[in-house]
């Protein structure tokens, strides 16, 4: 059974967001099988992305054809559906691109083709279709949401925790923000937090303005969640604790955020993940977080969403 390398991408990121079935998604290409696998299953399969996470994904997509071929012939079927809803849409996604402009359809292309490259490891990847988007012009980007087209890899940039402001930016302020992205890609949270502090600082008062009252908003958000997680079990709850540790922690890179978080999700028990489901406390949206920041990259690309055009929540800053 061959799974092809963009839908492998599936493993490291589509596992956090709550599916229909009121399920936190977990398996990756397995999709709904991962939650009837045993724990020895289980184990084995995430041991296959530990062992492969930092590989060229070449490795990860053997590994994981071998674990298929382990399963059940019933358990092989519904991959294989799984597998066939991610192509489904990804041809949705192709036909709607041949509608972009030329300047769109390259950027899309482009970043096909990255994401194609089964010898990069996820986060090379990732990090080149992120520096596609950055250098991209705002107008381009915005062509993408207005089609609701996903880019392969990424989705149109939107200023990462600037998001509130960023459309009120001029071409050269969004250019300057971006260059702040991609400066402080690879280091820890609190250096490009002191920057965009700076950042916002060289604004119009009217626009800094704004961007305090979405500050002000986020943290009322993030005080209401806080308050409804009091109401989850001991085990829901301390899952929920360490999350906010880990993401809040400034000394660490947005990358090992999200790798850290994934591992925490990923050994979670699923009954503590619906719980969170079911009271509506908020736990953690994986995207790439390979990525600068907030809404820069695509965790679209991994949606198993049946409405393909319905916009994607932002990834969690």
Same mark, same amino acid.
């Given at each position: 059974?061959?799974?092809?390398?963009? +839908?492998?991408?599936?493993?490291?990121?589509?596992?956090?967001?709550?599916?229909?079935?009121?399920?936190? !998604?977990?398996?990756?290409?397995?999709?709904?099988?991962? /939650?009837?696998?045993?724990?020895?299953?289980?184990?084995?399969?995430?041991?296959?992305? !530990? @062992?492969?996470?930092?590989?060229?994904?070449?490795?990860?997509?053997?590994?994981?054809?071998?674990?298929?071929?382990?399963?059940?012939?019933?358990?092989?079927? *519904?991959?294989?559906?799984?597998?066939?809803?991610?192509?489904?849409?990804?041809?949705? #996604?192709?036909?709607?691109?041949?509608?972009?402009?030329?300047?769109?359809?390259?950027?899309? @292309?482009?970043?096909?083709?990255?994401?194609?490259?089964? @010898?990069?490891?996820? !986060?090379?990847?990732?990090?080149?279709?992120?520096?596609?988007?950055?250098?991209?012009?705002?107008?381009?980007?915005?062509? +993408?949401?207005?089609?609701?087209?996903?880019?392969?890899?990424?989705?149109?940039?939107?200023?990462?925790?600037?998001?509130?402001?960023?459309?009120?930016?001029?071409?050269?302020?969004?250019?300057?923000?971006?260059?702040?992205?991609?400066?402080?890609?690879?280091?820890?949270?609190?250096?490009?937090?002191?920057?965009?502090?700076?950042?916002?600082?060289?604004?119009?008062?009217?626009?800094?303005?704004?961007?305090?009252?979405?500050?002000?908003?986020?943290?009322?958000?993030?005080?209401? =969640?806080?308050? =409804?997680?009091?109401?989850?079990?001991?085990?829901?709850?301390?899952? +929920?604790?360490?999350?906010?540790?880990?993401?809040?922690?400034?000394?660490?890179?947005?990358?090992?955020?999200?790798?850290?978080?994934?591992?925490?999700?990923? #050994?979670?028990?699923?009954?503590?993940?619906?719980?969170?489901? /079911?009271?509506?406390?908020?736990?953690?949206?994986?995207?790439?977080?390979?990525?600068?920041?907030?809404?820069?990259?695509?965790?679209?690309?991994?949606? *198993?969403?049946?409405?393909?055009?319905?916009? /994607?929540?932002?990834?969690?800053?």
């Amino acid at each position: 059974m061959k799974l092809l390398v963009p +839908f492998l991408l599936l493993i490291p990121l589509a596992l956090s967001r709550p599916n229909p079935m009121n399920l936190f !998604r977990r398996g990756g290409p397995l999709g709904p099988v991962f /939650e009837d696998l045993d724990d020895k299953q289980k184990a084995e399969f995430k041991q296959i992305w !530990r @062992d492969n996470k930092d590989k060229p994904r070449k490795a990860m997509k053997t590994a994981v054809d071998e674990f298929v071929k382990k399963l059940t012939k019933e358990q092989q079927v *519904e991959v294989e559906k799984n597998k066939a809803k991610y192509d489904k849409r990804k041809e949705k #996604d192709d036909a709607k691109a041949e509608k972009l402009s030329d300047e769109a359809k390259k950027l899309y @292309d482009d970043a096909k083709t990255i994401m194609k490259n089964d @010898d990069l490891t996820f !986060r090379e990847a990732f990090k080149a279709v992120q520096e596609l988007i950055h250098s991209a012009k705002p107008t381009v980007l915005q062509e +993408f949401k207005k089609n609701h087209v996903r880019i392969p890899g990424g989705r149109p940039f939107h200023g990462g925790p600037l998001t509130p402001i960023y459309n009120d930016l001029d071409e050269a302020k969004q250019k300057e923000l971006s260059e702040i992205m991609e400066k402080n890609f690879d280091k820890p949270k609190k250096e490009g937090k002191k920057a965009f502090e700076d950042f916002v600082k060289t604004l119009p008062e009217a626009i800094q303005k704004k961007y305090a009252e979405a500050e002000k908003k986020r943290e009322e958000h993030k005080k209401e =969640n806080a308050k =409804n997680a009091e109401k989850l079990s001991p085990k829901a709850k301390e899952l +929920f604790d360490k999350i906010q540790s880990i993401k809040h922690s400034d000394d660490l890179t947005r990358a090992q955020v999200h790798d850290q978080v994934h591992d925490a999700i990923l #050994d979670a028990d699923k009954n503590v993940l619906t719980e969170f489901r /079911e009271k509506k406390v908020h736990l953690f949206d994986l995207g790439p977080h390979f990525c600068p920041a907030k809404g820069s990259a695509s965790d679209s690309e991994h949606s *198993e969403s049946d409405d393909d055009d319905k916009p /994607e929540p932002e990834a969690e800053e």
